[in-house]
């Protein structure tokens, strides 16, 4: 991989060129024009060549448009013409955006619009606070006084594509006060309020804010309220719905104690304690007292921990540190070993598919690298050890895991000279530590950009298959998957073909083989594909039914598999980009607008959910079957939802009956009376672990980090008592043997579990047919549980029956189709899943809608890929999902990301397009100059991080030359803001300081291009790539790019937009500086990180003397400065890019 930056005579970014970058290995080509006032006002899309100038520049004429040649873009894009994207700028010196226009014909007319103004003397209430300090902790009184009078707060405006609105409201200080936005008939506004110190006390939601008094119930329900010791460290904060919580601190900081509402009913605390080096080493559960007690105890103290030989016993282990503070401790959780390896550890390979391990001594060793980390059961003192081996490099090769139960999964990995894997072995044993259940071969082959071209796979002594081929378009998209061939990648059973519009967004799967039929007035899939799928954005075939979007909501999708007719949904959606119907279609038939499964919904404020109408297919026309409204707590000011009526009492839908739902401390759900659920108990960790439904019981075994490792299903009826058992190990998942059929008990009159062909939620036992035992009071089961499958890339391997089950998925991830191969060589469809857009599956009530297999196996993933559980529910980890009612069953953890929505709404309610992962994003911005000195670390950067799971890394090019970058971060390490100047003539506001101009009292976000540039690319980023819900927003910098990052994270957080981790790596801004300050007192800003660089004077400088030294240093001692450790080639620079990512991951930066 090559890539070459020019520079115009000015020092400018002129072009960008990757060389032979291509999958036909010809140049990608950016260019990068200015106006007249040197302003980068067009933002063109890469464009590849249609061959390679190996090297040299491609010569740009300012005429033409695109300046350079563009052979490939209009050959994938016909119609399209307009290659770029446009930012229209105020006609003023502050360069303020007023118009993004996005690449795309279409698009050139809708573009995403800015206001500048100041607000009115109605818009805004004006809330003010009187603080107390109880218990050595801010206690704020809530009360409105008035409203803000004209022109005293900022108003900026943004319209996007559709002409959805958000107006912000801030102070002189830049604090947001108000987000307002409108659902299309009523304002939806989201008050911040801050104490008499500048410190965020309340949040006040949206249906709150439509009250004219608060009550303290309504603050309780319906308001995030935060309390702050003299630190200025958050010590208690109170979600709504949910009790408080508290925290407390070492003097150094760091979070010790934490302790939620239910943890308190136990007068438990949860601890962690850490190393010299701020690493997590050990965490658990002690008992204790009130907050201000417990924080009294540490006031004045660093809690640290040693390692240690001998070590302390406890919760079934030998701990090999000190425990010198809090030393009553209740549990162990986990455990955590760096540098060396603990006593115990199995033998240490000393190679791992032919790579040399490192050793724990000499000069390569696993010095500052994790080694080890051990996790216990929460039901038992039972662990999982995890050990990671290195090789001299310092990259992770070896994953080896022991399970609780006595066997392993161990995974190894042979890289290239880039990281990337080349070949993975997986071993795994359920119990046995001496005896390999199976054996798991994948190998991977790439292109000269690493792109995956073929991914083969082979269990135990089996012939190998390839699980994919891939093959990419000029600008790098998948284009074409061949699934399931052999070693060689022949015969595939299924050539998977992918679209895209000029955005980027997927547009289609094997669309270009649905094919209307004119003879019979049908839709046909050709080609023997077994699934087709459309995705509209702009382009609705039926706009009555779902308009025309332009900011990334789906319009439309058609779906089709084959021997089944194309379905088609359209969507409407309010201001608020939240769903509300799905308009359900049956094209080429004579009812094409049936209307068959509809779904419509309305909404509060807050994005609850008041009345849901879901309709199935009758004898001739749609069915109502769900006429759903919501009752919530507190007359309905609150987000806990009491009870729901069925106004159409038919349980094919949701049950119905109006009873009363009950909640704990924490704000989870512990019993539905409509479904039966007499009573739901909880582990701390907020993860059910009981389930009572009717007689029958579900049990769920998990370790202290959440991972469950075992589910018991105890089935009562009028046919006796079943058990069925599933294990979770490392992605091999066991089963209860065949021994009794049940499907039939499952389906009887007197187990109304599941109601027969109700909401489609009979396949989460389709699988369990013939996979339970009869047992009688007081037996026990035997230990004779049978591997069924383990997930693949393409699907899943039932391991029972030795074959690969291959898997459609649409964009969602939810799983549509199932196929195998039949013995006699056919195509077989095992499992075809259709849903509401709330995730409910369509009922079973035509023959043509689902399959089922007679071997079926307890492969019960299907919505967003996810476990469907026996009481209806999906299990996505952290929540449990109710597709039927469209809500989670406790309150998101990421809640505060999410302010103005209910803390129980799934995905903000957009369905079409937002799935619920474990999401992660990282942008990296290099040193000065943006590793132009060919060390290639930005590359090594992204492996590192790739290696320990961070897959998602964006590579930020952002640099004006070495010079002007070392000349930036002179200039904007200390502050973020600058005083705004004003002419005494004109009274026009600029910044800078000029004869004429005279200060005021206003501050403005300090201004530069680079900072501009950036935090729009970032902002064009984030539209053309919605953060899923859950995904973090992660803005990584080294050197130079920590200040550039730091600048464009309190541009993008002071405009609304959350940035989980802001991480400073050698960077030269200073603790003590304003800009700092800034950073952390920023609501937006959730977490800053610093990584500094021992021995460099330049990474958190104490003063300018200490900057300006490090700086010289830096020129002095050349690459040898410690200010290039994490940068330089070579092996230590890679190693100690694997410690700063793993350290990383333990300050929130999560995988």
Known sequence: METIQYFDGLGRPKQVLNVKASPLGNDVVTPIIYDGFGRQVQDYVPLPQSGSSNGAIYQQNPQSDPPVSNPIYPTLYPSETIFYSKKVLEASPLDRIQQQVQVGNAWSSKPVTFGYETNTAIEVKKFVTTTTWPNNATSSVLSQTTNYGAAQLYKNTVTDEDGNTSIEFKNGEGQTLLVKKNDGTKDSDTYYVYNEYNQLAFVIQPEAAAKTILSQTDLDELCYQYRYDGRNRLVEKKIPGKGWEYMVYDKADRLIL???????????????????????????????????????????????????????????????????????????????????????????????????VLAQTGNLSTKSLPTASFVKNIEDDKWTKNYTFYDQKGRPIGAYSYNHLGGFTKSESLLDFTGVPQKTMTYHSRNNPNVITATIEENFTYDNQNRLTKHTHKVNTDAPVTLAKNKYNEIGQLTEKEVGGDQNGNNPLQIVNYKYNIRGWLTGINSGDIAYNAADESYVLNNGKLFGYNIRYNDPENPSLGAARYNGNIAETDWISRDVSLKRYGYQYDRLNRLLRGNYQDPGTTLPESHLNDEILTYDLNGNIKTLNRFTKG????????????????????????????????????????????????????????????????????????????????????????????????????????IINTEYLDGFQYSTPNTEPIRSSLEEPDDTTIAVASAGEQEAFSAD???????????????????????????????????????????????????????????????????????????????????????AIPYNYKYNGKELQETGMYDYGARFYMPDIGRWNTIDKLSEKYFSTSTYTYVLNRPTV????????????????????????????????????????????????????????????????????????????????????????????????????????YQQQLKDNPLKEGEQFNLVGYSYGSVLQAQSALRLADSGQVIDNLVLIGSPISDKSDLMKQLQGNKNIKNVTRYDLKGDLISNPKDILQFLKGGKDAIVQGDDAHHFDAARPGNQADKLMQTIVQWLQQQGVKN
């Open 258 to 356: 934490s302790q939620d509402a239910n943890l308190r009913l136990q007068d438990k605390w949860l601890f962690t304690k850490y190393d010299t080096f701020g690493r997590v080493i050990y965490t658990g559960t002690i008992p204790g007292g009130d907050r201000l007690s417990m924080q009294n105890q540490i006031n004045n103290l660093v809690i640290t921990e040693s390692p240690d030989s001998t070590g302390f016993g406890k919760s079934g282990i030998t701990v090999y540190y000190t425990n010198g503070y809090f030393t009553s401790i209740d549990s162990i959780l986990s455990v955590n070993y760096y540098d060396t390896y603990p006593t115990g550890t199995p033998p240490i390979p000393a190679s791992i598919l032919s790579q040399p």
């Open 619 to 722: 004898k001739v026309t749609a069915n109502q079957i769900d006429g759903l409204v919501y009752h919530y707590a507190n007359s309905d000011g609150s987000n806990r939802l009491i009870s729901i009526d069925d106004t159409k009492n038919n349980i094919s839908g949701y049950e119905g009956g109006g009873q009363e739902m009950t909640y704990d401390a924490n704000g989870n759900t512990t019993a539905m009376p409509d479904k039966k659920i007499s009573a739901i108990t909880y582990n701390f960790l907020n993860l059910p672990k009981q389930i009572n439904q009717n007689a029958n019981v579900t049990n769920y075994y998990y370790r202290a980090d959440g991972v469950k490792v075992k589910k018991k299903f105890v089935l009562t009826n009028s046919s006796g008592t079943k």
């Open 769 to 855: 047919m013939d996979r339970a035992i009869i047992v009688a009071p007081g037996d026990t089961q035997a230990d004779n549980m049978i591997l069924s499958f383990f997930p693949t890339a393409e699907g899943f391997y039932d391991y029972e029956n030795k074959r690969y089950i291959y898997q459609y998925k649409d964009h969602l991830g939810n799983v549509r189709v199932s196929y195998v191969k039949s013995s006699a060589g056919d195509l077989e469809i095992r499992d075809r899943n259709d849903y509401y857009p709330f995730g409910m599956s369509f009922l079973k009530n035509d023959g043509n809608v689902s399959v089922y297999d007679p071997m």
């Open 914 to 1017: 937002a799935v619920d992962p474990d999401g992660k994003r990282v942008y990296f911005i290099g040193g000065a100059g943006n590793d132009q000195d060919g060390w290639n670390y930005i590359n090594r950067w992204a492996i590192a991080f790739a290696q320990n799971g961070i897959t998602d890394f964006w590579r930020v090019n952002a640099s004006a030359g070495k010079n002007a970058d070392v000349a930036f971060t002179a200039n904007f390490r200390n502050t973020g803001y600058e005083q705004v100047m004003r002419s005494p003539n004109s009274g026009y506001m600029i910044g800078g300081l000029a004869p004429s101009m005279v200060a005021t009292n206003e501050q403005r976000p300090v201004q530069d291009d680079m900072i501009d540039a950036t935090v729009s690319m």
